[in-house]
């Protein structure tokens, strides 16, 4: 077996077998495979395709590269969520809490960001002290205790998968539905989890830019996930403008902390509350959704919610305290007003440009090296929908930097548009697909 027959094979739009496949993902892995011949490969699979057996072959064969994490000494229905990222996406920081506060128990494993801001790794290290590095047995015992801990991604979990996702990143070969499946799917399956609910952002912030192509994504996780005998849902979620009002590490902490007091946003509750749904589904803690909206109800109500968040900030090194005083989290040099040139109607807000103007503040990164800054962002005052009359402010922007500040203030300027009808919202929960095992 060698890699020039298997580029020959994809090439010419043939189905490479379980075993070639395999084979190649273990041989890069190990380095006995040069990167042009992978990159070969990645291009012809961008340009030709992969099958759905391929698909399945290339997931595990991605998760079977390294360690796979045995959750079995956990109590409970393990559930694990999974966004594929969007602007203002703070939704982990909601919704691992309450969840785990009904019973569910949360060990989630969690990356930093690449892009307009920060991953939920970094925007949990806006309270101070926090450690999102701890042994196996440290985290599967945390879980046990409290139903919650989130650490960082260890370099064990689908090795292959980092590997392929950089020469992707540099050959022009990441848009491609069954390379981002395999992807986002070997680390979910290497998590332990017994149940996955995922979170497809479609819209001008999210990968995925189109419906029917987000559609065509989710259905080949959830049916990796079935070949993999986890029971998996997907929810497609509006990201044509940013989740909430916050876009910004410590910006997004303090939304997603309010919202466990009852004052979150009404788009960024919804999709909460649709995923909170279906993950006590999963869970085995719900049967319906009347029953599940109820239950999270009661959760936030009660403070449940927000004492389980306290209590893993202060299991995983922090002080609850700083849950109290989350608004004291926030160490910006300044803000700055955006305002509005005309009357109207919010009629668009173009997610991309808005968290391209937090990257350009310093709240993201560009390559993995970078160092974020967790203090700056922009905060939201206007929604699509909502009237706007001439000098009403638009966003307020929290920076270090004024040179940095300007630039944000055009970004956000171009990015909300002004007309003078007022449109309708398009709803938040695009589609749910989800097959039983």
């Known amino acids: 077996m060698n890699m020039y027959d298997l580029i020959e094979k994809k090439k010419h739009h043939l189905e490479l077998s379980t075993e070639e496949i395999q084979w190649w993902i273990l041989a890069y892995t190990n380095h006995t495979i040069p990167d042009y011949q992978v990159s070969a490969l990645l291009m012809a699979i961008y340009f030709q395709g992969m099958s759905e057996n391929e698909t399945h072959d290339m997931t595990m064969a991605m998760r079977d590269s390294g360690e796979i994490l045995d959750l079995s000494s956990i109590c409970g229905v393990k559930v694990d969520e999974h966004s594929t990222g969007g602007v203002g996406d703070k939704t982990t920081l909601t919704l691992a809490p309450l969840i785990a506060s009904l019973g569910v128990p ?19 290290e806006c309270f101070p002290e926090f450690q999102t590095t701890m042994p196996t047995g440290e985290f599967l015992q945390r879980v046990n205790t409290n139903h919650i801990a989130i650490a960082g991604q260890t370099a064990n979990i689908a090795p292959a998968d980092k590997l392929l996702y950089a020469l992707r990143d540099t050959t022009a070969c990441v848009d491609e539905k069954s390379l981002i499946a395999s992807s986002i799917m070997s680390k979910k399956l290497a998590s332990g989890a017994d149940a996955i609910c995922l979170d497809v952002k479609v819209g001008s912030g999210a990968f995925m830019k189109d419906l029917n192509q987000a559609r065509e994504l989710a259905r080949l996780m959830v049916s990796i996930g079935k070949h993999a005998h986890k029971e998996t849902h997907a929810l497609l979620t509006n990201m044509d403008e940013p989740l909430g009002y916050a ?14 007091e009852g004052q979150g946003p009404e788009d960024f509750m919804e999709v909460v509350y649709a995923l ?23 959760a936030i109500s009660s403070g449940a919610a927000l004492d389980k968040l306290k209590e893993l900030v202060q299991s995983q090194g922090s002080d609850a305290m700083y849950v109290d005083q989350v608004d004291s989290l926030l160490h910006a040099n300044f803000c700055e007003e955006v305002k509005a040139s005309t009357n109207g109607y919010v009629s668009s807000i173009d997610a991309m440009r808005i968290g391209h103007a937090s990257m350009l503040l310093g709240g993201g990164r560009q390559v993995k090296e970078d160092r974020i800054d967790l203090n700056v962002g922009i905060v939201l005052q206007k929604k699509v929908g909502d009237q706007v009359l001439e000098n009403d402010v638009l966003a307020v922007i929290y920076a270090n930097d004024d040179v940095k500040s300007q630039m944000a203030v055009k970004e956000i300027k171009e990015a909300v548009i002004i007309s003078k009808n007022q449109v309708t919202r398009m709803p938040m929960i695009l589609d749910e697909i989800y097959e039983k095992i």
């Open 276 to 298: 909170g749904h279906h993950m006590l589904l999963l869970g085995k803690k719900s049967s319906s959704k009347e029953e599940s909206y109820q239950l999270m109800d009661k």
């Open 106 to 124: 949360v060990a989630k494993l969690s990356g930093r960001g690449l892009g307009h801001t920060g991953g939920t790794i970094d925007k949990l």
């Open 247 to 260: 876009v910004g590490n410590t910006l997004e902490v303090i939304e997603a902390v309010h919202a466990l």
